[in-house]
């Protein structure tokens, strides 16, 4: 994802021009994590990872820490309707993560 896409997908977010996937909703509620935390991490947070293959749109993850505690979302955007699709949301894992939350522990 490219300065202007993240510009675009901030854009996007700020307009309100969002779509929450049902499968990103029910992990939230069932990860207690609110849709104004992964705004957050959407219009604060760093990008961490790009997966340019994901169909139909490519996607990203994002770190941002809310309220202290580290939140990962990930996120599409559809380029020509300024669109962004919410895959989903979590709190990331030691088991998976080192502790920075950014870097995936080798296996």
């Known amino acids: 994802m490219t300065t202007q896409d993240m510009e675009m997908l901030r854009r996007a977010v700020r307009r ?17 994590i609110p849709r104004s935390a992964v705004l957050e991490v959407l219009l604060a947070g760093e990008r961490i990872e790009d997966y340019p293959a994901d169909r139909p749109f490519p996607s990203g993850l994002f770190l941002a820490y809310v309220g202290g505690r580290p939140i990962h979302a990930v996120a599409a955007l559809a380029k020509e309707a300024e669109r962004v699709y919410i895959i989903t949301a979590y709190e990331p894992s030691l088991d998976v993560f080192e502790s920075d939350f950014k870097t995936r522990r080798k296996t």
């Open 16 to 32: 309100g021009n969002i779509e929450w996937r049902k499968h990103a909703l029910q992990r939230m509620a069932e990860r207690d």
